[in-house]
């Protein structure tokens, strides 16, 4: 069983996020923290596997924990990022952190089903006693950090890419490559890029609204089917 430490700040959200881990087999929850420093002791005296981790925590940043958690020893918990926080630096931190995974808020059960699924797998590719073979050390990293069922073409990047899925995926509707440059703070012809690689992998669709003059504009959608 791979024990797990929930911390967020947010009473119901802790909850909600303990249901979904308590839905999949081989996890087990061993607490809840709502404060960094609550974390800290929680990681201490529980010694879980994995501590899903949300970043705004009333008394410091999850970021400080994060680092703190990873410096402890050799037998540190890994961690994934659950949380609302989804500018450039921050998700850059939790990467050079050492992250196992980043989900952005809100979030489905399937799609954390799937991080863990992945996260689980991972763990298992590294369970052999001995030396491991190139194939396996590869498997392990693949499974744990791969971020998505497409490769990310040359160019684009996993940490901006991810910031244009949580646009389309919290709209509420489609959008323009205009208007998801302007949420996502990227220039027009970057976002046109990121989205129609989504659109081409299947996780986004894409259709022309035509207007009284000129080439009709794309608007683009989160798959459903992707979550």
Not at 111 to 123: F, I, N, Q, V
Not at 182 to 194: D, L, M
Not at 200 to 226: F, I, L, M, V
């Amino acid at each position: 069983m791979i024990g797990v430490l929930v911390v967020d700040d947010d009473f119901m959200v802790a909850r909600i996020h303990r249901g979904f881990v308590e839905r999949l087999p081989g996890f087990r929850v061993l607490g809840e923290a709502r404060t960094a420093a609550e974390a800290l002791r929680s990681v201490e005296a529980q010694q879980p596997d994995l501590v899903l981790l949300d970043i705004y925590l009333p008394d410091r940043s999850g970021l400080d924990v994060l680092r703190e958690v990873r410096a402890s020893s050799s037998a540190a918990p890994d961690v994934i990022v659950l949380t609302a926080a989804r500018d450039v630096e921050t998700v850059r931190a939790a990467m050079h952190g050492g992250v196992a995974g980043y989900l952005v808020k809100p979030f489905t059960f399937a799609t954390l089903a799937d991080r863990l699924t992945r996260y689980a797998e991972g763990r298992r590719s590294l369970a052999h006693t001995g030396e491991l073979q190139q194939s396996d050390v590869d498997r392990a990293f693949e499974t744990v950090r791969r971020s998505g069922p497409a490769q990310l073409p040359k160019g684009l990047s996993p940490t901006t890419c991810a910031l244009v899925v949580h646009a389309l995926r919290t709209a509420g509707g489609d959008l323009s490559a205009v208007e998801t440059a302007e949420r996502v703070g990227i220039s027009r012809v970057s976002a046109r890029r990121y989205l129609e690689h989504l659109a081409g992998s299947g996780q986004a669709t894409q259709r022309p609204r035509y207007g009284s003059a000129g080439r009709p504009e794309h608007r683009y959608a989160w798959a459903r089917s992707s979550d």
